[in-house]
């Protein structure tokens, strides 16, 4: 088997950043200078048979990978200080850890080169994104883009130029005004983004590719989330259904209720309907919806289905044929046919469980990825792996640490 050392311009050297402290929601600055002062290490890539997908799943303290296929453990990354998020960062190979201060890449060490398959040891690169406070990241035609909530900074870059090993040089736009929001580049090079401010957010604005205005709707109070569908149809929430934008037009849904939040989205880029949340209560301080909304937004049509059990923002997925999947407080997997508006199969997978108050604290999560959707269970420190064409479960992997956000990478 071939020994290559590998990462910058994908047959070199890649400098790989130790278990450094990642920057955390209420770390202090330390972190900062001990990821700038942090040595770095050479990481050797072996060659494999086949594509290797791996699993990442964050815990209290750190980061673990595991083989997508077993759920064995891979590697445990240490170090990385309080409350972070996960998100694929767009390359196959790299996922994005956020925590206060930095939207910092994760080598999950596997990678396709050609028709070269390779894996190494996982760990957190140097290659780092500053942020105040970091939020969304948008992958679509290519290209990756973060959100800066703490400023309203855009960040766009080519995903593929994570493989060269450095920061990628990236594109910046600001918001106006700061707020939780999200954004999104197109095929074109035109950027849509949210509006808000910290007070309110109220809908979004869609600039060309010289960053000119060209389309805004500001009937969307509380807009939050994005999802892609088909014909790069770009959907955000509101309180009171969604916003479409598609050449060039921004469209109004209206939920059926005058509060019916939709403020969580799953979008199949081959499929013109979008799986969302639906939630009618504005002053609970936690309401566990048993309702999801299907929404085709070509015809505009929005559909409620009662799944008869609760879910929260981390149970909602698309499988490989573009059908909604929503992991319920009941245990089990929901798969809905988006054309009928049915639920065709449910998959028990783990223990019943209740939405915690805080939602920075652990619960069960769905991803999907190919045909497998992986659900972790906080209870018994562990991640399933579901075959959806089968319905059943294939492998479990026994955690050292009880997960709470879930991704992965194809490898």
Request: glycine share 10%; hydrophobic share 35%; proline share 5%.
């Amino acid at each position: 088997m071939k020994t290559i050392r590998s990462y910058r311009s994908l047959g070199a050297v890649v400098a790989l950043g130790t278990s450094v402290a990642l920057l955390a929601a209420c770390s202090s600055e330390s972190s900062t200078d001990a990821a700038a002062d942090a040595p770095t290490e050479t990481a050797a890539a072996e060659s494999v048979s086949q594509a290797t997908p791996r699993i990442a799943t964050s815990y209290d303290g750190g980061v673990l990978i595991l083989d997508a296929t077993t759920l064995d453990t891979v590697e445990d990354i240490t170090g990385i200080d309080g409350f972070t998020r996960l998100n694929p960062a767009g390359d196959g190979r790299h996922v994005f850890v956020s925590g206060s201060g930095a939207f910092t890449a994760l080598d999950a060490g596997t990678w396709t080169e050609g028709s070269q398959y390779y894996t190494s040891t996982p760990a957190l690169t140097d290659i780092k994104f500053d942020a105040t406070t970091p939020g969304h990241v948008v992958r679509h035609d290519g290209k990756t883009v973060l959100f800066d909530d703490g400023t309203g900074k855009v960040e766009v870059f080519e995903s593929a130029a994570l493989l060269e090993g450095t920061k990628p040089e990236a594109e910046s736009y600001t918001t106006p005004e700061a707020h939780h929001g999200v954004a999104v580049e197109l095929s074109d090079g035109s950027l849509l983004t949210t509006v808000g401010n910290e007070d309110e957010r109220t809908g979004i604005v869609v600039l060309d590719a010289d960053r000119n205005e060209i389309a805004r709707n500001e009937d969307c109070p509380g807009v939050h989330g994005e999802a892609v569908a088909a014909n790069e149809t770009v959907v955000v929430g509101c309180q009171d259904g969604l916003l479409i934008y598609r050449d060039g037009t921004i469209s109004k849904v209206q939920s059926p209720d005058a509060y019916g939040r939709i403020g969580n989205q799953a979008g199949d880029e081959n499929s013109p309907v979008l799986l969302g949340d639906y939630k009618t209560d504005p002053d609970a301080e936690l309401e566990r919806p048993t309702r999801v909304s299907l929404t085709d937004t070509a015809t505009g049509e929005l559909t409620l289905v009662d799944l008869g059990t609760s879910y929260t923002f981390r149970s909602l997925g698309r499988g490989p044929n573009g059908e909604a999947i929503v992991l319920g407080t009941d245990g089990a997997l929901h798969v809905i046919d988006v054309n009928t508006k049915a639920v065709t199969k449910t998959i028990p997978v783990v223990g019943a469980w209740e939405e915690p108050v805080k939602w920075q604290e652990p619960r069960p999560a769905l991803f999907v990825q190919d045909g497998t959707a992986y659900v972790s269970e906080p209870a018994t420190d562990s991640v399933h792996a579901v075959d959806l064409a089968s319905g059943t479960i294939s492998a479990t992997g026994e955690l050292a640490h009880t997960p709470n956000e879930l991704t992965g990478v194809t490898g």
